[in-house]
């Protein structure tokens, strides 16, 4: 199946990355988001991305305001999804708001549509009776800056038909991703079955006062080459996500991610610093201490 109509619903940091992704690689897209100042974020973010296009992939202005200036975005859910042949939903990382979209997509979808989720930790089989099309939904989960790490970790859940499967890997390399096929379902996927530990345990020692975030950051980076620490990357992903998945972990009793959701809540979100989106998270943006020549001496 060709998926020439696309609609991205959520449009915040990652949704917006991936709508702007598929219509630079000349796709139709629509992107949906719950009201018009949601919108009017997305539109500001994908001012953004025009840059780092430009910057990163030397886009020229042309082929970066082509990308832009052919989506179309709705508030309207069922005007948003009415020739859609594949919907990439990327709402909040919260099983009832995914839920409850996932019930008004079911009926307002053609059924020719495909459904993809961006969820990073969650499993297709949670979702996948909702849809009122388990044949025809599966994963399909994007790293940040889509544009340079372009990762694209398609999973499939029992009853996912193949055929469908295998056109979401094929479309997945056909907006420019690294496809990887993921055959059985696994929390974290790959990627995260690799970054959310690391991830965990840096937020950790920083919440235990074992070390300050810099330092950490400095530990992982002259040890190994990486160009940049956990907290590095944490504000690159954005803080509200590990806050989330704190959250969600406190919740069901994890004393530990109960107190760094309470840390990240307090030292920051509610200080409105989100990571690189706002200027500010564990550093200050631009020009980050770790970027500094003289950060790991």
């Known amino acids: 199946m060709e998926f020439n109509n696309v609609t991205v619903a959520g449009s915040g940091v990652l949704g917006s990355q991936i709508a702007f992704q598929v219509s630079y690689k000349g796709f139709n897209v629509t992107v949906y988001d719950i009201n018009d100042e949601a919108v009017s974020a997305a539109k500001t973010r994908m001012e953004k991305w025009q840059q780092r296009y430009k910057e990163d992939l030397k886009a020229t202005d042309a082929e970066v305001k082509e990308a832009l200036n052919s989506m179309h975005f709705s508030t ?10 594949l919907v990439i939903e990327a709402v909040p990382e919260k099983e009832a708001i995914k839920l409850d979209f996932y019930q008004k997509l079911a009926e307002f979808a053609p059924e020719k549509t495909i459904f993809a989720s961006n969820s990073s930790t969650m499993l297709p089989s949670q979702f ?51 496809a990887l096929p993921i055959y059985k379902e696994q929390t974290g996927y790959i990627l995260n079955s690799l970054l959310v530990p690391f991830l965990d345990a840096a937020q950790n020692l920083l919440v235990n006062d074992v070390a300050d975030a810099e330092t950490i950051d400095k530990t992982w980076m002259v040890a190994t ?37 309470s840390f990240l809540k307090e030292t920051y979100l509610d200080q409105e610093k989100f990571g690189i989106e706002s200027g500010e998270g564990f550093y ?12 790991l001496k």
Do not use: S
Not at 138 to 145: C, D, Q, T
Not at 231 to 248: E, M, Q
């Open 76 to 85: 309207d859910l069922k005007e948003a999804v009415a020739d859609a042949d």
């Open 128 to 178: 996948a009776e909702t849809t009122g099309r388990p044949d025809q939904f599966l994963m399909l989960h994007f790293a940040n800056e889509i544009w340079k790490n372009n990762t694209a970790e398609i999973m499939k859940h029992a009853g996912t038909d193949m055929t469908v499967f295998d056109d979401v890997v094929a479309f997945a390399k056909q907006i420019g991703m690294v």
């Open 225 to 261: 080459g990486a160009p940049r620490g956990p907290f590095a990357t944490l504000d690159v992903i954005g803080i509200r996500t590990p806050y989330n998945l704190a959250a969600a972990k406190a919740e069901a009793g994890d004393e530990k991610a109960e107190r760094v959701a």
């Open 284 to 295: 200050k943006y631009p020009d980050p201490a770790f970027e500094d020549p003289d950060f």
